[in-house]
């Protein structure tokens, strides 16, 4: 078979077309209803020379030599070579393979198993049928690609060309069938519980919020399966559990999906005790089903599975790897001095409190040194203020988390049962709510309503399934362990109209006109800043909005070199305008008469439509109110950093100091949240903006 090299993706989609017309044409069928196999292609493998066999798959390579022709097919499972010979298909046949399957076509195959001169294990076919026309050509340089977004935006592709993709996948299933015969076996039931729900509680998280129109009310994405599991132990199903998909509506990272799989289980009558013991039990039983051993390499550490497990307190880890006795303080100051005394760096260390000294300081000194499992117990009462305290010491609770190779893999409690506590931890965290804590839980009547009836003593626990897998497979983004993660469009996400349920909000960007020219130059931009600014503080700014500006460009399939400019001259008159309200209108004059192109022109007023009383419209005016606007919040991270380098900072530590109204006070936070008005979430912009202002470092002086 010769494959076609056109010049062009769309070339090679117009020549297999054109093959497919041939075939409907001359009667062939290019997409038969079925071909019945005798085996998938793995179990083809497994047979011996002579046998027969009738198999399917994907053309993967081919090799015409004449009167004969090599190629691979390929199913999930295997990959198995097969050989046309022209005397044994015949001339006829021979021919039209040869013109018209290409590789990524779907053939079936009839023949004998036969081993090459080589020892290759062979398909001497003599009979074949055609099975699917593909339209488009196979990347063929899959395995180099350096961009990771194609292989998470065209998983079917990754799946087609990367057998190590293969792998993970078909590792996952066999994961989660083996987790869900160990419950099976051990007397627990599988439910499921409702993903729409009236109440988003379960675990302190922002819910995904929509509308249900039949009913007409607001409903929200479950966060957690927790609180219906627990309503089914109160029905009396003793041990239930559940493979849940959870959505919670905050920040992305390698370590974190808006939208995920948990495995929770409760049993009636366990504690936390209990739950340990099953708990090692069931982690060996699936590390041995899955690898044979219970000893498994994880990156550059071995972990050993095998044995008792140890455990040890959030005192005893902390005392052993850093010698502050966390018992000895109620206070954050003295602790905070304690651990500066010993020279440990704690990121914005003076803002944290208690619990978040203690969590912090625990993850950078002991966190990291956790190789083979280990249950991390004795949790201060402060960092799970939802746990059941233990009987002896009511600062610490009943939970453990099952710690492997520096990641937390379970998080489990002796459950709280008592309604009327329960009740008041509510009312704590819908107070919290109404002050503006969007992760607060809300009351839930209808739960504490099931409690009152009756829980009997019982403990939870859930593992992040996404998480365990990238783990056992050394995976270092989750993406890589999601079939189909969710992905902004190419080209930035269409703005979904606001609803009802929802609220009001600033209206969603509309669609820009196509600008292929500014109207100036870089360079002529770069000379108005030169002339109009003198200050160094908004010149370094301005380089900076241009330079997210142009990062959010590419991200969104823009102009860069348009973008970059609007950010550059946005602020040519704020130096000498008294009145900060009339700001932009002597930029907006200055730049038509250097004959800018409308649209910029329209973004930089718009970028003051506060101080204007105008309305942001476009995409592009909403692009460059948040870049300027998080320019500043991102610098100002830069300079508490030790060495005041931009080089220090993270985006989670831009995103934190959002939070903080008292930090970096000039900088309006709503301006920057209207990110989301092209499509990107705070923290995504937040690690494009950062990225952006790092690559001209030496221009802004950090």
Not at 46 to 56: E, S, W
Not at 458 to 479: E, H, K, P, Q
Not at 596 to 617: F, I, S, T
Not at 624 to 643: F, K, Q, V, Y
Request: some cysteine.
């Amino acid at each position: 078979m010769t494959q076609n090299n056109p010049s062009s993706k769309n070339d090679q989609r117009a020549v297999r077309l054109e093959k497919l017309q041939k075939m409907r044409d001359e009667g062939t069928q290019p997409f038969p209803d079925r071909y019945e196999c005798t085996h998938d292609i793995k179990a083809a493998c497994d047979l011996k020379p002579g046998d027969t066999v009738r198999t399917a798959g994907r053309i993967m390579l081919s090799r015409n030599m004449g009167k004969l022709t090599f190629a691979h097919i390929q199913d999930l499972g295997a990959k198995i070579q097969v050989c046309l010979q022209r005397d044994l298909v015949g001339a006829e046949a021979y021919k039209w393979f040869g013109k018209m399957a290409d590789i990524g076509d779907f053939v079936g195959v009839e023949g004998e198993i036969f081993h090459t001169k080589t020892g290759e294990l062979t398909i001497r076919v003599k009979d074949y049928i055609f099975l699917s026309k593909s339209l488009h050509p196979l990347p063929e340089k899959w395995h180099g690609l350096v961009d990771i977004e194609a292989c998470w935006r065209q998983r079917y592709l990754d799946l087609i060309m990367n057998d190590e993709t293969r792998k993970r996948f078909l590792f996952r299933s066999k994961l989660i069938s083996t987790m869900r015969r160990f419950l099976d076996d051990n007397g627990f039931v599988e439910v499921e519980t409702p993903i729409i729900q009236t109440k988003p509680s379960g675990a302190r998280a922002r819910p995904f919020i929509t509308h249900h129109n039949s009913l007409d009310m607001v409903a929200y994405l479950r966060i957690a399966p927790e609180t219906y599991l627990k309503r089914l132990i109160v029905g009396g199903f003793n041990r239930v559990y559940e493979f849940a998909r959870c959505f919670r509506n905050e920040g992305m990272d390698p370590s974190h999906l808006q939208d995920f799989t948990m495995l929770e289980y409760y049993s009636a009558y366990w504690n936390y005790e209990d739950n340990i013991a099953f708990t090692q039990k069931f982690v060996k039983y699936i590390i041995g089903e899955l690898f044979g051993t219970l000893k498994i390499r994880c990156g550059e550490n071995e972990i050993n599975f095998d044995g008792e497990w140890p455990r040890m307190s959030f005192r005893e880890l902390i005392l052993r790897d850093s010698g502050i006795d966390i018992a000895e303080f109620e206070a954050a100051e003295p602790m905070c001095a304690a651990i500066k005394a010993r020279g440990i760096e704690i990121e914005s260390i003076d803002e944290l409190n208690i619990a978040a000294l203690t969590d912090q300081l625990y993850k950078k000194v002991s966190q990291p040194k956790l190789i083979d499992p280990l249950f991390l117990t004795g949790h201060p009462i402060e960092l799970s203020p939802l746990a059941r305290c233990n009987d002896e010491n009511a600062k610490i609770t009943d939970r453990f988390q099952l710690v492997i190779n520096g990641w937390e893999v379970v998080n489990a409690y002796s459950e709280l049962i008592d309604p009327i506590d329960q009740c008041r931890r509510f009312e704590d965290q819908a107070r919290m709510k109404e002050e503006g804590d969007d992760e607060a839980m809300p009351m839930d009547e209808d739960y504490l309503t099931a409690m009152e009836y009756g829980m009997p003593p019982n403990s939870g626990w859930g593992m992040g399934i996404d998480r365990f897998v990238s783990l056992l497979t050394d995976s270092a983004n989750l993406r890589d362990v999601v079939l189909f993660p969710l992905m902004k469009p190419v080209g930035g996400a269409k703005p979904a109209p606001k609803q009802a349920a929802t609220g009001s909000g600033a209206p969603k960007a509309e669609a820009d006109e196509k600008i292929d020219d500014a109207g100036i130059t870089r360079e002529r931009a770069l000379e108005l800043l030169s002339q109009n600014v003198t200050g160094k503080v908004l010149r370094c700014h301005s380089l900076a909005s241009g330079a997210v500006m142009k990062a959010l460009a590419e991200r969104l399939g823009r102009n860069p070199q348009v973008w970059e400019i609007a950010g550059i001259v946005h602020d040519l008159d704020f130096d000498r305008v008294q009145d900060e309200d009339r700001h932009t209108l002597e930029t907006a004059e200055i730049l038509r008469k250097e004959g800018a192109h409308p649209a910029l022109v329209q973004a930089v007023l718009a970028h003051n439509a506060e101080g204007l009383g105008l309305e942001r419209k476009t995409e592009f005016d909403f692009a460059l109110t948040c870049c300027e606007s998080i320019t500043g919040l991102i610098a100002a991270t830069a300079l508490i950093m030790p060495d005041k380098k931009l080089a220090s900072v993270k985006a989670k530590s831009v995103v934190k100091r959002m939070k903080k109204k008292d930090f970096a006070r000039k900088v309006n936070r709503d301006l920057v949240l209207l990110c989301e008005e092209v499509g990107l979430s705070l923290e995504e912009f937040a690690a494009l903006g950062l990225k952006a202002m790092q690559s001209i470092s030496d221009d802004l002086g950090l």
